[in-house]
DNA sequence: AGATATAATGATAATGATTACTAATAAATT
DNA sequence: AATTTATTAGTAATCATTATCATTATATCT
């Protein structure tokens, strides 16, 4: 059964905080302000507990994971040359009903997608 | 310049002659059926080669990467249970578009984008 | 064809993110 | 208060990937 302990407390405030996609090294500096002492394994079991428990949603990114706060429907935007995940709040409408037309035409069953979208950001392009 | 070697062939073939979106450790074990002392460092290195010439396409899958020969744009669906990728090849004339949504809403240039379908296949539900 | 330059290789060491381990701590229950 | 057990801090271990380096092989240029 779930304790609720402090350091679990801090590591969800600091990954639902945030808009820029943490990765664990960064949810470790943010949380030692708090809790000096927290272990980086700490950091990492929690995470891991939270994304179990549907508190926080883990993306997957190559070298090393990053953690989104964000449990709504929602899309990326990957920069290839800074590497920032910028969030796409679009109402994608036509990609709503997909999944079902995926799942007919498969046979699987079809929970969820994930659409990232790549390029470069406006802050990139600009410099 | 390129010198096209032997291992780089190797890898390429195996990496183009299956669909099942290998990793580097799977991609090592076969080309080691022709070349039995290539080096597992020799893969890695020819897959980056290879990504970077675009020959090739590198999949984003948590604690390792997963490699793609197939460069048309398709989909893919990961089972959450076996963990195996399957291509998609819907065509989603509603999907094509949204590049140009995203760049306008956003100010961003958009290249790409990934999609990715997740759920249970039909051999594990079957089971 | 032979000489030269340099990309590529095999073997192994190093790296970096993540996970496992362990004894100690702290919170819920009795 | 005693007991049970999840959780912690600290550290060691793991695993995929990358870097290093001496050697080999291939393309290019006379």
New binding site residues.
């Given amino acids: 059964?779930?304790?609720?302990?402090?350091?679990?407390k801090a590591?969800l405030a600091v990954v639902r905080g945030t808009t820029c996609h943490p990765?664990?090294?960064w949810i470790y500096e943010q949380t030692r302000k708090e809790?000096p002492?927290?272990?980086?394994?700490?950091?990492?079991?929690?995470?891991?507990?939270l994304i179990n428990d549907g508190e926080i949603l883990e993306l997957e990114t190559?070298?090393?994971?990053?953690y989104d706060g964000n449990i709504q429907n929602h899309y990326h935007f990957k920069c290839a040359r800074c590497h920032e995940i910028y969030d796409v709040d679009l109402e994608l409408d036509n990609v709503i009903n997909i999944n079902n037309e995926v799942a007919h035409k498969t046979g699987f069953i079809v929970t969820h997608h994930y659409l990232e979208f790549g390029g470069i950001c406006k802050r990139c392009r600009e410099t």
């Fill in positions: 059964m779930s304790r609720n302990s402090e350091q679990r590591v990765d664990a090294a809790i002492n927290i272990s980086l394994g700490t950091v990492y079991r929690n995470l891991r507990h190559g070298n090393y994971k990053r």
